[in-house]
Nanobody
Framework: QVQLAESGGGLVQSGGSLRLSCVVS????????MGWFRQIPGKEREFVAGINWNGSSTRASASVKGRFTISRDDAKNTMYLQMNNLKPEDTAVYYCNVAKYYSTNNYTPNNDYWGQGTQVTVSS
């Protein structure tokens, strides 16, 4: 059974940086396209960034493009989200996901595979 575990969230001031990690166990990480989502209470979960199975293709939402970078390390079964120049509106619970479908202009999550989430809070 595939399991995902996020870490790295916390409290940071506006303009600061954080790096989130997502460790995947129980499956073949190197075969998966992966992604990051975030959710604010009362709102739908929104796509943040995605990466294909070998890291040769990435995509990010307009709201984070140029500030957030997604990457992966297959040797460690780990995906990362480097978040720079954080803003208060980035405050959310961040989740990692195994993709059901990935392309350069579309990411469809596999709703069977979510982590437990990690809280990111950006103070102004």
């Amino acid at each position: 059974q595939v399991q995902l575990a996020e870490s790295g969230g916390g409290l940071v001031q506006s303009g600061g940086s954080l790096r989130l990690s997502c460790v995947v166990s129980g499956g073949t990480f190197s075969a998966y396209a992966m992604g990051w989502f975030r959710q604010i209470p009362g709102k739908e979960r929104e796509f943040v960034a995605g990466i294909n199975w070998n890291g040769s293709s990435t995509r990010a939402s307009a709201s984070v493009k140029g500030r957030f970078t997604i990457s992966r390390d297959d040797a460690k079964n780990t995906m990362y989200l480097q978040m720079n120049n954080l803003k208060p509106e980035d405050t959310a619970v961040y989740y990692c996901n195994v993709a059901k479908y990935y392309s350069t202009n579309n990411y469809t999550p596999n709703n069977d595979y979510w982590g437990q989430g990690t809280q990111v809070t950006v103070s102004s």
